[in-house]
């Protein structure tokens, strides 16, 4: 079984910077893409942020120049770091690990969620 556990959220003010972190725990083989997705009260989850396993990234438009997604993949570890924060960034941001192999079933992979971690952005 894997989890994730997912820290870093908080309130800060508008402007500020938070950095979000995100550990899968388990006996893990491999991971394919980790994604970081937010849901504000009332709207629909989306992706904010993305690295695969070589690390390339991808941004929604919405946080790009301003978000920064890395990851070590020894720690099976992905961060967040996000600057210039605005009250719109206000959310429940959640972690997500794709095709995540586990050394005892190494011929399949499943996707993970972490429970969710709130960041509030006071204006």
């Known amino acids: 079984q894997v989890t994730l556990v997912e820290s870093g959220g908080g309130l800060v003010q508008a402007g500020g910077s938070l950095r979000l972190s995100c550990a899968a725990v388990g006996n893990i083989f491999r991971i394919g893409a980790m994604v970081w997705y937010r849901q504000a009260p009332g709207n629909e989850r989306e992706l904010v942020a993305a690295v695969t396993s070589d690390g390339s990234t991808k941004y929604a438009d919405f946080v790009k120049g301003r978000f920064t997604i890395s990851r070590d993949n020894a720690k099976n570890t992905t961060y967040l770091q996000m600057s210039s924060l605005k009250p719109e960034d206000t959310a429940v941001y959640y972690c997500?690990?794709?095709?995540?192999?586990?050394?005892?079933?190494?011929?399949?992979?499943?996707?993970?969620w972490g429970k969710g971690t709130l960041v509030t952005v006071s204006s």
């Open positions: 997500n690990a794709e095709k995540v192999v586990v050394t005892t079933n190494p011929y399949y992979g499943s996707d993970y």
